[in-house]
């Protein structure tokens, strides 16, 4: 393992969002709202409905008390853009089955809108985008009726209007332990402290002439690194959560 030679701009996400982990508190700073969260299967949620004004996003029968009480509906496009930095569309494997509380989830049943045609079942049902993309005109979202949960992964169509939650991504969560090396090369990468032990947090990219150098060189790592041996991995392994080996999330470069 090796120093952090790079420090990460910590304020990265401090400039559209504001999380208060002592106080379970969200600000956007987009337009002050501030929201409740809520830690659920080791992930940070918001336990409110997210109500970010977007084009494509919409107060229920277009009455402004309703995105007061239950947040604003969402097209997936739309959805895809709301969150603030830190924060994203939840993924299905964000999902931990058996951990997810709804009690703590505090399901707000704000009803959709059919783009188009009608606003439907407010106080009776809920439907909460994903991140993930079905191709086509539909995406992923997570259904409700009352306070029961209906699907993990319902396919609804990108132009209707669904809830959001946002959920804390990788970059904002493991900020403070964020750092930078550069490579031989003068290419640049994450890295990520773990217990006592400091490893990159992306791979590292060779073209082919460097590849087979460094195949026959052993100069695959920046100078002062090194292939982990392998008690490096266990005690990687013993101390890492799920959640911090995802450092190739498409989502936390957003």
Not at 64 to 84: I, V
Not at 128 to 141: I, M, Q, S, T, V
Request: proline share 2%; charged share 30%.
């Amino acid at each position: 393992t090796q120093p952090v030679q790079q420090q990460y701009a910590s304020n990265k996400f401090q400039n559209t969002s504001t999380y208060d982990e002592a106080r379970n508190l969200l600000i956007d700073n987009r337009d002050g709202e501030r929201y409740s969260t809520v830690k659920i299967g080791g992930r940070v949620w918001m336990a409110e409905n997210l109500k970010f004004r977007l084009p494509e996003s919409y107060c229920y029968d277009n009455n402004t008390q309703n995105c007061e009480t239950y947040g604003r509906l969402y097209t997936w496009n739309a959805a895809k853009k709301a969150c603030p930095d830190g924060w994203s569309l939840p993924m299905g494997d964000d999902l931990n089955y058996q951990d997810f509380n709804l009690n703590s989830f505090r399901v707000l049943d704000g009803g959709y809108y059919v783009d188009g045609e009608r606003y439907i079942d407010l106080g009776n049902r809920a439907f909460f985008w994903l991140g993930d993309e079905k191709g086509g005109d539909r995406a992923d979202a997570m259904s409700f009726r009352g306070q029961n949960l209906e699907t993990f992964a319902f396919q609804g169509r990108k132009a209707n209007g669904y809830s959001v939650r946002c959920i804390q991504n990788w970059e904002a969560a493991c900020k403070d332990r964020l750092g930078g090396v550069m490579d031989n090369a003068g290419k640049t990468y994450r890295t990520l402290k773990i217990g006592d032990q400091t490893w990159m947090a992306e791979d590292v990219i060779l073209d082919r002439l460097d590849e087979m150098e460094a195949r026959n060189l052993g100069r695959a790592c920046p100078r002062g690194w090194h292939v982990p041996e392998q008690y490096e991995y266990e005690q990687l392994f013993s101390k890492a959560t799920e959640f911090e080996l995802r450092a190739n999330d498409k989502r936390m470069r957003n």
